[in-house]
């Protein structure tokens, strides 16, 4: 499986961040920077996070510890979807059985 990579410095450079950004952004656990031969990269499936992160930091001028705290709230929010789907399939075979009387 190859993973796609991109070099942080040259991201930066064309996103107009400082490279600082990504590391309070990988110290805060939000992403991951992988090493290879001395150069740091992001995952290329990352980018959409580290995008939204970049407006929220630079943009929205949220600090670090808003940026976590919406990151974690999205988190929940994804969960508790998921959740709410599952449920849904769960009452959907519910009735489809004749059982909408269950009790709960």
């Known amino acids: 499986m190859q993973t796609e990579l991109i070099i942080v410095s040259e991201y930066c450079h064309k996103c ?28 290329v499936s990352q980018l959409p996070e580290v995008e939204r992160y970049s407006r929220m930091y630079y943009d929205l001028s949220i600090n670090m510890e808003g940026i976590d705290a919406i990151h974690h709230l999205l988190e929940r929010m994804e969960s508790m979807r998921k959740e709410i789907n599952s449920l849904q399939s769960q009452l959907l075979v519910y009735r489809r059985h004749g059982l909408e009387e269950v009790e709960w």
């Open 16 to 43: 107009h961040i400082e490279p600082s950004f990504i590391e309070l952004l990988q110290e805060g656990g939000l992403i991951e920077v992988h090493i290879e031969g001395g150069e740091h990269y992001l995952l």
